[in-house]
């Protein structure tokens, strides 16, 4: 079993800057891919940024160049910092880590981005 447990989010004005984490605990596999998605309210949940283990990374073309994702394979942690926030970045940031065929996912952190 994994629990993923997410930090960092608040309110934040436009243009301002937030840094989440994602730790991970539990039997976690050397070879797993960590990612972030966001729901924003009343929409369907959709993917932020991906990265490997090696360190290979993706990102929603909507974050390029805003946000980037990084981890600690020490740590066990993944963490998302993100610059230039605007306001439809508000929502819901969850973290999902995928090992041997399996997704877990953690209960998400609220970000808030204020106009």
């Known amino acids: 079993q994994v629990q993923l447990v997410e930090s960092g989010g608040g309110l934040v004005q436009a243009g301002g800057s937030l840094r989440l984490s994602c730790a991970a605990s539990g039997s976690i596999s050397s070879t797993n891919v960590m990612y972030w998605y966001r729901q924003a309210p009343g929409k369907q949940r959709e993917f932020v940024a991906a990265i490997t283990t090696g360190g290979g990374t993706n990102y929603a073309d909507s974050v390029k160049g805003r946000f980037t994702i990084s981890r600690d394979n020490r740590k066990y942690t993944v963490y998302l910092q993100m610059n230039s926030l605007k306001p439809e970045d508000t929502g819901v940031y969850s973290c999902?880590?995928?090992?041997?065929?399996?997704?877990?996912w953690g209960k998400g952190t609220l970000v808030t981005v204020s106009s």
């Open positions: 999902n880590l995928a090992q041997s065929g399996r997704n877990y």
